[in-house]
């Protein structure tokens, strides 16, 4: 792997969220829960939205899955975290663009530990996520 | 887990430290499968984010009519699961705080493997007046 270094930009992905992924997302759950993301009618009651949101949940994996193939599997399967703070909600239609920058680099006992942060916007322009994810690299 | 057993959620009521205890599963190739269709990422080896642990152990314990919206997530990585093992989750509330009028809580759960391999940390921030952040999100 090329040496990592502070303004490192990661390769960025782009998701079509449609609700089919947003209820196959709910669908991996052990519950058999009815919430904002699988019922129109609690989302309404509840956000007074006309539709279902995506789980802030899969901006995480999103995420997760930028720094994986920036860092390489094994790094971020055993030391990986991310961090994010949800400013807008994902909805069926909506594409997210996931971003990051390396912004820290930092000699540990255990290897490299590398601070990115990330960035989570739609079509629009509009960030809907932001916040930071790590990954120690041997 | 039938909803008699369920306490009724009263934010006033919880106290930080609260366990939400541990509860086990399955994770099976199927629920892979499907989180990796559901994120379109055909290596994601973490389907235990789309459990949701933390939610999942505060749902075990809470009849929450108020309903929630999560406002932050961290996660911590240490093993992928394997498919096939049973996974142990612990969960309790973290923290809880006001902000700006809004009552939040912190939900944390710990998994584990049924060979003790920990492979996931989670918080959720969770506001407990969704309505808020609906109006907010709606501008």
Redesign the interface.
Known sequence: MAEIKIDDVLPSVSKTITQEKIELFEDCGILDRQNIHNNPEIARERLKFDHPIASGRMSVTYAAEIIRKFVGEDAFHHSGTVNLKYLKPLIQGDTVNVSGTVVATEEIDTGLLVTINIQCENQNGEKTAIGQGTAVVK | MSEESLKDFVYDNVVIGETLGTYS?VLTEE?LD??R?????P?????T????HDA?AF??VYDDKV?T????????????PIPGKKIIVTGKIQDKYTKRDNPYIVIEATAEDEDGRLIEKLRT?QIKK??V???K??K
């Open positions: 599963y629920m499907t989180f269709k559901a994120v379109e990422d290596e994601a080896r973490f389907p984010l789309g459990v949701k999942t749902a075990m309903g919206v999560n406002a932050g997530n961290e996660v911590e990585f240490f093993n992928p921030y969704p309505e952040l609906g109006k999100w709606q």
